[in-house]
Antibody, heavy 127, light 110 residues
Framework: QLQLQESGPGLVKPSETLSLTCTVS??????????WGWIRQPPGKGLEWIGS???????HYNPSLKSRVTISVDTSKNQFSLKLSSVTAADTAVYYC???????????????????WGRGTLVTVSS | QSALTQPASVSGSPGQSITISCTGT?????????VSWYQQHPGKAPKLMIY???KRPSGVSNRFSGSKSGNTASLTISGLQAEDEADYYC??????????FGGGTKLTVL
């Protein structure tokens, strides 16, 4: 069964860049029809999609975060990563990585959902 | 891109049925049959329960079902069990390869 595991610093200073990596095991990031996504959840609040990436490098971002987000993929390491710049306390959250089922037929999206999730990692923004 | 609207909480007794609504707009829920639902127990990662409005992943109980009418999607849980007590989130494709989540609904089994 494919598994995802987030890793990275649990504490980031305000104005700095948050960096997280998701390692995929028992499966490959290079499979068609799958994107790889990041979702976050502030303490006591709901889920927010951050963005997703296809193994060939195409990315899709939440418009509200787009100016600060970069998602990349390293197929040789079977990993994908998140960078969020200029963080503030509002970026404190549990960050999840997830497999994103994305099927597009003749430019029409026919599948778009997250079927497998990592356990999540808490990132606190504080000086 | 605004969050989908869900009731903050719903409750039901064991054996009963409950329905959680998820209201969006003609730009998301209303335009695509791409609504998914996630169950989240405290301190745990979300789990996919329904995708593409009505489909159930392998291993998910058939007590969970989904539907949609206009700009509102719904998740129905029949034969409520104590283990169903959790937070539930809807999610919809919102065009231009983007996604939007609902604010979440806390289900209490009385």
């Amino acid at each position: 069964q494919l598994q995802l595991q987030e890793s990275g610093p649990g504490l980031v200073k305000p104005s700095e860049t948050l960096s997280l990596t998701c390692t995929v095991s028992a499966g490959s990031v290079s499979r068609s029809s799958y994107y790889w996504g990041w979702i976050r959840q502030p303490p006591g609040k709901g889920l927010e999609w951050i963005g997703s990436i296809y193994y060939r490098g195409s990315t899709h971002y939440n418009p509200s975060l787009k100016s600060r987000v970069t998602i990349s993929v390293d197929t040789s390491k079977n990993q994908f990563s998140l960078k969020l710049s200029s963080v503030t306390a509002a970026d404190t959250a549990v960050y999840y990585c997830a497999r994103h089922v994305g099927r597009i037929t003749m430019t029409v999206v026919v599948s778009w959902y997250f079927d497998l999730w990592g356990r999540g990692t808490l990132v606190t923004v504080s000086s | 891109q605004s969050a989908l609207t869900q009731p903050a909480s719903v409750s039901g007794s064991p054996g009963q049925s409950i329905t959680i609504s998820c209201t969006g707009t003609s730009s998301d829920v209303g335009s695509y049959n791409l609504v998914s639902w996630y169950q989240q127990h405290p301190g745990k990662a979300p789990k996919l329960m329904i995708y593409e409005v009505i489909k159930r992943p392998s291993g998910v109980s058939n007590r969970f079902s989904g539907s949609k009418s206009g700009n509102t999607a719904s998740l129905t849980i029949s034969g409520l069990q104590a283990e169903d007590e959790a937070d539930y989130y809807c999610c919809s494709y919102a065009g231009s390869s983007t996604l939007v989540f609902g604010g979440g609904t806390k289900l209490t089994v009385l």
